[in-house]
């Protein structure tokens, strides 16, 4: 048996049938203390899910863990930045209108979640060292424009790479 603290534990329990159903274990709570009981790999695979929700993600956004090649990543803004005024660095993330977030999203193939001073990504372990380099980029104050061009350069020769046809992500 499991357990791990839950901040959302709300959502929870809202969608514990479907997580049981799904994943396979059971599910409890006491207060946001939530305990997860069944097969090994079943419990390990709904820790990340609700370290996920932990994250700031939805319970259908964390369910992508359950696909074959996902992958939960944190990083921690402070870990990256000594800048004093986070705020400013969130909002570069967002972007005017949530725009940088949107990109970025369509980009990489990521969900992407920036709760408080973390931003979680969860998408394919593939292009995953490229979303947390992106992201780390802005937070260190590269400009948007050149984030894009230099994802939209990787993620290109990753397709060369593997034989598929090559397409502007941003055209969609």
Do not use: P, W
């Amino acid at each position: 048996m499991q357990e791990i603290y839950v901040e959302n534990v709300r959502e929870v329990i809202r969608a514990k049938r479907r997580l049981e159903r799904e994943l396979g274990v059971k599910v409890t709570h006491k207060g946001k203390n939530v305990f997860v009981d069944g097969d090994a790999d079943d419990e390990f695979l709904t820790m990340q899910i609700l370290e996920a929700v932990n994250a700031g993600f939805s319970i259908d956004a964390a369910l992508k863990l359950n696909e074959e090649g996902m992958i939960l990543q944190r990083v921690h803004i402070k870990d990256i930045t000594k800048r004093g005024d986070l705020d400013r660095v969130r909002g570069r993330i967002i972007g005017t209108g949530g725009r940088t977030l949107s990109t970025l999203r369509k980009i990489t193939g990521c969900s992407i979640s920036l709760n408080n001073n973390e931003i979680g990504l969860i998408g394919n372990a593939e292009i995953m060292d490229d979303a947390i380099q992106s992201v780390t980029s802005l937070i260190l104050g590269s400009k948007q424009g050149n984030v894009y061009t230099r994802l939209e350069r990787e993620s290109k020769k990753k397709r060369m790479e593997h034989g598929l046809e090559i397409k502007n992500e941003l055209a969609e």
